[in-house]
């Protein structure tokens, strides 16, 4: 470092510098990507132009639905985490915007000294000794003449930038999987209500196959083929049971609850939405302009490009004024006379120029991040596209696969009603009834999947296209402040 007394040509001539100072580094420019006009597999469902009026679960017509998300949405601990790191990433860039100001201290000190003569041999004690009041205001301000700071500024801004894009993505996310967790829960009730209708029905066939064994017209086998297709529909319940205990508890945690919060609201049915035929997909282009994970990764391609910068600035002399102000007195009533005033004003130069390779090394790591935020930026575009047509072809399939399999439940409810009328009436053994009731609980239960991975679908379809309703979410709710000591300290 090299101080010099700054005189006032000087300074002029720095502040002038100053002002016309540029920004080392490259200059970003944001990506472009040539994403096809239409979607490929469009054609598989109507489409419109994306719509931002309403949440997709605000379409859907039910109310528990609705409630779970804008809960979630609230009080989901996830989200909670991700807003504190977007109020972290705001923070640090209002510190690094601080950098184009000076930097300003002030002290004050009182002291006595009593010196050895050793240390100052043949001078008085009246002179080596006494007392000394002062106070002051010092000045630190670096002259951003190559950019240093400016795009250290950019950078912080492009973090912050990523972390409210981080924030939207992981609402998307939420919400999405609220909803799925829903659908599942609604799916696993019917195939449990089916399973118990079907075993009720099974009941019904065991009683009318033992009073014909009593009155001589039917046989042990048949009986013991009645008991083990009942037993093996009633197997069924435990299980489906479960499971949608699992998907209660997940809604639960997901909307910031304990476990077994949602019992109550939820173990009572609902009935399956009317599921739209009309949906908002736009355009490829439109998909990427509004999906928040590629906004957050061209973000954070914007940030590794201004870190060139930053290292790139270290090629170059580093100046930065330093000045001072106070008072220097023996006696605290001296301390603003004006022979008391100390005065500073310094021009600080600081160029490592004997160290320029490591500098080099630090440009070049710079680079390599660059290289790597525009290899995630072009991934996650490339996944925005492919989840979003994935996410097409999946739900006109379960479309179709859901019309199929209602069809077929319908058919098979009718086979078995029918072979019930046969064997009542002597022309069909009771094997066919079997048979027909076992094809009428596995098109039944096939047919309550379908509907709820068609509804699973949809918000799949909805979660990829992220169609403009982030922008109305709310806010999470904040975590409360820590009571630790150090947090109270603050």
Same mark, same amino acid.
């Given at each position: ?15 002038a ?24 597999r ?26 779970l ?11 909670h ?7 972290r990433?705001?923070?640090l ?26 240390e100052?041999?043949?001078v ?24 240093? /700071? =400016?795009?250290?500024? +950019? #950078?912080?801004? @492009?973090?912050?930038?990523? &972390? %409210?894009?981080?924030? *939207?993505a !992981? ?14 829960l609604?799916g696993?009730q ?17 009683e009318? /196959? =033992?009073?014909?064994? +009593? #009155?001589?017209? @039917?046989?042990?086998?048949? &009986? %013991?083929?009645?008991? *083990?297709? !009942? ?29 077994g ?12 939405? +009317? ?12 998909l ?5 994970d ?8 914007a ?22 102000i ?28 004997l ?11 710079a680079?390599?991040?660059a ?6 930026w ?13 996410a097409?072809?999946r ?7 859901r ?23 002597g ?7 079997l048979?027909?009731e076992?094809?009428?609980?596995e ?24 169609g ?12 409360a ?10």
């Amino acid at each position: 470092m090299t101080d010099a007394l700054l005189p006032r040509p000087l300074a002029a001539a720095v502040l002038a510098s100053l002002l016309a100072a540029c920004a080392v580094g490259p200059d970003y420019v944001r990506p472009t990507m040539d994403a096809p006009a239409q979607f490929h597999r469009a054609d598989l469902v109507l489409t419109r132009a994306s719509e931002t009026e309403h949440a997709f679960w605000e379409r859907l017509g039910d109310p528990v639905l609705a409630q779970l998300i804008e809960d979630a949405l609230r009080d989901n601990r996830e989200l909670h985490i991700a807003l504190a790191r977007l109020e972290r990433a705001r923070a640090l860039l209002g510190e690094a915007g601080r950098d184009y100001l000076p930097t300003v201290r002030a002290g004050g000190r009182a002291g006595e000294q009593r010196a050895s003569a050793f240390e100052a041999p043949g001078v008085p004690r009246s002179e080596r000794d006494g007392d000394s009041r002062g106070v002051e205001a010092v000045v630190s301000w670096e002259l951003d003449l190559f950019g240093r /700071v =400016r795009r250290g500024v +950019e #950078a912080a801004r @492009g973090e912050s930038d990523a &972390s %409210a894009a981080d924030l *939207a993505a !992981l609402q998307v996310a939420v919400a999405g999987e609220v909803a799925r967790n829903y659908y599942l829960l609604r799916g696993l009730q019917t195939r449990l209500a089916v399973a118990r209708d079907n075993a009720r029905n099974q009941e019904r066939s065991l009683e009318l /196959v =033992r009073a014909r064994a +009593e #009155a001589g017209g @039917g046989t042990e086998l048949d &009986s %013991a083929r009645a008991r *083990a297709q !009942l037993e093996l529909t009633l197997s069924r319940l435990p299980a489906l049971t479960a499971e949608m205990q699992a998907a209660q508890h997940r809604l639960a945690v997901l909307t910031g609850r304990e476990p077994g919060a949602l019992g109550e609201l939820l173990d009572a049915p609902a009935p399956w939405p +009317e599921l739209p035929g009309l949906l908002a997909v736009g355009t490829p282009p439109d998909l990427l302009a509004r999906r928040p994970d590629v906004a957050a990764a061209e973000r954070r391609l914007a940030a590794a490009t201004a870190r060139i910068g930053v290292a790139t600035a270290d090629l170059y002399p580093r100046f930065s004024l330093d000045g001072l102000i106070g008072s220097l007195a023996g006696d605290a009533g001296d301390l603003f006379d004006r022979d008391s005033e100390r005065r500073r004003l310094v021009l600080g130069i600081d160029w490592s120029f004997l160290d320029r390779g490591r500098v080099r090394d630090r440009i070049d790591a710079a680079g390599a991040d660059a290289r790597a935020a525009l290899a995630a930026w072009q991934q996650a575009s490339l996944r925005a596209l492919e989840e979003t047509e994935t996410a097409l072809v999946r739900y006109a399939q379960s479309e179709r696969e859901r019309r199929h399999l209602e069809d077929a439940a319908q058919a098979s409810a009718r086979a078995a009603e029918l072979a019930r009328l046969r064997f009542e009436g002597g022309a069909a053994g009771f094997l066919d009834v079997l048979d027909a009731e076992r094809a009428r609980l596995e098109a039944e239960d096939l047919a309550a999947a379908a509907r709820m991975r068609q509804a699973q679908a949809l918000v799949g379809l909805h979660a990829a296209l992220a169609g403009g309703w982030p922008e109305r979410m709310p806010r999470p709710t904040p975590a409360a402040e820590p009571s630790s000591r150090v947090a109270r300290a603050r």
